[in-house]
């Protein structure tokens, strides 16, 4: 299954079946974001803060895919860190878009 199209369908119906709704790019950063910290108990509540720390940890284990950043280290808490290793040269919204889509992609494949 080589057409991007369709793989991108099929991991956003696989996020609806699970969920119960067909998830938007921040929904599914922060299910990255989630997935790359680990096991969390089902009644802690995200900080507005750890959420988007969350979501940055998203893009960046998305972008290393590409060698963009390298992971360094986790911390006392468990909180996985990037290293920026060279700046994105993609250019525009639509261009960055479809760089982090395609990451989506294999990562969800990849589980």
């Given at each position: 299954?080589d ?8 991991v956003?119906?696989?996020l ?15 299910l990255?974001?989630i ?6 108990p089902?009644?802690?509540?995200f ?7 969350l979501?940055?940890i998203?893009?960046?284990k ?25 700046p ?17 992609v294999r990562y969800?494949?990849?589980?």
């Amino acid at each position: 299954m080589d057409n991007f199209e369709e793989r991108w369908m099929n991991v956003t119906n696989l996020l609806t079946e699970r969920f119960g709704k067909k998830p938007d790019m921040e929904g599914m950063f922060f299910l990255i974001g989630i997935n790359e910290l680990g096991a969390i108990p089902e009644t802690r509540k995200f900080t507005k803060e750890q959420k988007q720390d969350l979501m940055h940890i998203a893009v960046c284990k998305l972008l290393s895919q590409l060698g963009y950043y390298e992971f360094v280290l986790r911390d006392e808490e468990g909180w996985p860190h990037y290293q920026e290793l060279k700046p994105v040269t993609e250019t525009g919204l639509k261009g960055q878009e479809q760089i982090l889509k395609e990451c989506m992609v294999r990562y969800f494949e990849e589980l």
